[in-house]
């Protein structure tokens, strides 16, 4: 028999197209993925070469960053953004890019409508020009992030040039306690190995914690992969990806499946097969957990206190502890819960599906926000929107009086115009709570769906396990 | 690109840890569609004070700090998001090499196919770096990209790591994508036996066009 193989070997060997000595190989591209922020620049450096795209049919674009929530018209964009999506549409129409532009009921967040047209398919190679696209690792895909140079690269070429990543076995083990999910296993990973612990690697999520996700948290726990530092996140495909991709559009059909089915069911990492580096959580002990500081790797469990700086024994840790500290106007040992908060942000990329709002419907209904806070509720994409409208989803939430908003990034990155004041205290579910990502000044508390939701409708840092079951 | 061989020049120290591409440019200025004039966006949320005015405490905006080439950067620089816009502000600034202990994947990646040098010490030099600076702001230092050598203020050398091929384009200021179209011939090979998993074209008739904005 071969040497035994990771998940993550198996698919890098496979899209190898060339790799000379003393080069990074020459990785083929099976899915690129486009959006408006990132790639101008790139279609500009094809034209002025005179190059096409190569493989049309292997890419998509969709508007998400830069158009408004509230509603769906330019006259709601500033000149900047309007002058970007239609470089987009542009740049589309011209070298013949499928795009969903922003009045298309199929538009989303670039990283949600891959995975329900069933376009991300295990064992495929998968790039966009934009960091989060780990989250498509959720299929026993290879995805991950590239800037516009590269964005180039794969419009030309359909390759890039990589050097090959070392591998990291992250091993969640236990049964999740109620109340308590992916997005609280990803947080307490980050926590635990810090901003940089996965650089260089790709992470593969095994254990049985794991198994018993469904899809939709699998893309959550790869999505913020890259906020511990790796580039790429990894679960392999089994019973429950198969079920989800069947009736998807893109998914392949008939006899095709069952040959894709086969092809699939050989990707799982075998037997013997070691990593370069590993770490085994055990979930049954995590409590929700959310971020006190100004990187995601700053989280507490929801009842734990802020980490005192003075106890830091690396005097660069404290200086950037004390950094925090004092950007979010928290003291060391202080206890989060009952901390007031100014606004709620529920949506992008890692919590906007069904999943994601079902589980902040549980606690806004029959309950209103509280009193002073803004809550922003904005689905992943327009099919989530349309199914949470189907389920009445929409319908306690504006009667609890949150607003319910057009797909989109909105305050996730805060460039539509969705974004915090100066000094407020925002309870969000999207991935980064670097200085001023949601708005100048503002101050943001990652934290689950349950927790942003319980955040809402108490006004302050609650417990969501004191308001479910 | 422009060719990097060697380079003397004093230091820009910053030694916040875990400085992001969103420290480096703020998302709001991300809405260009060039790659130009970014430079005057570099850290703007640190750089600027909230009427638009100068940050004076902010070391960019020290009259001695203008003209230099080289970041001496906190501890794992670069991570974030995945925007280049990070690397054209810092070239745009002015900076042609970034020195620090870590730096994350697709930064050192965008950085490197720009012509912008991520120059990786270890703890110890690092260190070093930003107390010489703290005793003396005007060190020189010296990067010899050939050799692989940074020549420290007291006239030591470190060497740095970097790939045989990333060296040879930066040095002749080559442009990765040529080599990859050398190449394309393997690639379609490749795709001869590997056809295509999907195939997003099916799209195109059933999308409309955006209707013309009302100006
Ligand atoms: S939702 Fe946020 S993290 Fe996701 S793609 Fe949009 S801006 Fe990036």
């Not at chain 1, 780990?134 to 030309?156: D, K, Q, W």
């Not at chain 1, 306690?396 to 205290?425: H, T, V």
Request: with cysteine.
């Amino acid at each position: 028999m071969s040497q035994p193989k990771t998940l993550f070997e198996k698919i890098w060997d496979d899209h190898v197209v060339y790799e000379e000595p003393g080069a990074p190989a020459i990785l083929y591209i099976d899915l690129h993925l486009i959006h408006e922020v990132t790639s101008p620049q790139a279609f500009q450096g094809l034209r002025e070469k005179g190059l096409r795209v190569r493989r049309p049919g292997q890419t998509l674009a969709t508007m998400d960053h830069s158009i408004p929530t509230v509603g769906r018209d330019f006259s709601l964009m500033d000149a900047m953004a309007v002058k970007q999506v239609q470089t987009l549409e542009a740049n589309c129409r011209e070298f013949g890019i499928p795009l969903f532009n922003m009045f298309d009921d199929r538009q989303g967040i670039v990283h949600v409508i891959g995975p329900e047209l069933g376009l991300t398919q295990p064992g495929m190679t998968i790039v966009c020009g934009d960091s989060h696209t780990s989250t498509h690792g959720a299929f026993g895909a290879l995805a991950f992030g590239i800037g516009t140079s590269e964005v180039e690269h794969v419009l030309a070429t359909q390759t890039i040039l990589q050097r090959k990543p070392k591998t990291f076995e992250v091993r969640f083990e236990g049964t999740l306690p109620e109340g308590v999910t992916a997005k609280d296993m990803i947080l307490a990973l980050i926590a635990t190995i810090g901003v940089g612990g996965g650089v260089g690697h790709v992470f593969e999520y095994t254990g049985e914690a794991v198994r018993r996700l469904n899809m939709e948290e699998r893309l959550t726990l790869c999505n913020m992969s890259i906020e511990g530092g790796a580039r790429a996140g990894l679960i392999a495909p089994d019973d429950t990806t198969f079920e989800y991709l069947a009736d998807k559009p893109f998914a392949p059909k008939g006899k095709a499946w069952e040959e894709a089915l086969e092809r699939w069911r050989r990707l799982p990492t075998d037997p013997g097969a070691t990593y370069d580096k590993s770490v085994t959580i055990d979930v049954s002990r995590l409590e929700p957990v959310i971020t006190w500081g100004i990187n995601p790797g700053m989280a507490i469990p929801i009842t734990g206190r802020i980490p005192d700086p003075d106890k830091e024994p690396d005097p660069r840790k404290r200086r950037a502890m004390q950094r925090a500290l004092e950007y979010m106007n928290f003291r060391p040992g202080q206890q989060l819960l009952g901390h007031p908060i100014d606004v709620v942000f529920i949506g992008s990329c890692t919590n906007a599906r069904i999943t994601d709002l079902r589980q902040a419907a549980q606690i806004f209904k029959g309950r209103k926000v509280a009193p002073g806070v803004r809550v922003l509720i904005v689905p992943g994409s327009q099919q989530v929107k349309r199914q949470a409208e189907a389920e009445g989803l929409d319908r306690i939430f504006k009667e609890a009086g949150a607003e319910w908003r057009e797909p989109g990034c909105s305050m996730c990155i805060a460039m539509n115009g969705d974004r915090l004041e100066p000094g407020q205290y925002c309870v969000s579910t999207s991935n980064r709570n670097f200085e001023g990502r949601q708005g100048p000044g503002g101050r943001t508390i990652l934290a689950s769906p349950l927790t942003a939701a319980a955040a809402a409708v108490t006004g302050k840092i609650t417990d969501p396990r004191t308001l479910i079951g | 690109m422009e060719p990097f061989v060697t380079l003397t020049s004093k230091l820009v120290p910053l030694p916040n840890e875990n400085v992001d591409t969103d420290q480096i440019i703020p998302a709001q200025y991300l809405k260009v569609t060039d790659k130009v004039g970014l430079g005057k966006y570099l850290f703007a949320g640190w750089r600027y004070l909230p009427d638009g005015s100068p940050n004076p405490d902010f070391v960019l905006n020290r009259p001695e700090m203008q003209g230099r080439k080289v970041l001496l950067a906190g501890n794992n620089f670069g991570s974030g998001s995945s925007r280049e816009h990070a690397v054209w502000a810092l070239q745009g600034w002015g900076f042609r090499a970034v020195i620090s202990t870590r730096f994350a994947d697709i930064f050192y990646n965008n950085a490197l196919k720009n012509g912008l040098l991520p120059v990786v010490v270890d703890e110890e030099t690092h260190q070093r770096l930003f107390r010489w600076v703290d005793a003396d702001p005007n060190v020189e230092i010296t990067i010899d990209l050939p050799n692989q050598k940074l020549c420290l203020p007291d006239g030591t050398e470190v060497t740095f790591p970097i790939d045989s091929f990333s060296k040879h384009c930066l040095l002749k200021g080559l442009d990765q994508l040529g080599y990859l179209l050398e190449h394309l011939p393997r690639v379609e090979a490749y795709e001869t036996s590997h056809p295509p998993r999907v195939d997003t074209t099916v799209l195109l008739t059933q999308v409309p066009p955006s209707p013309a904005p009302r100006s």
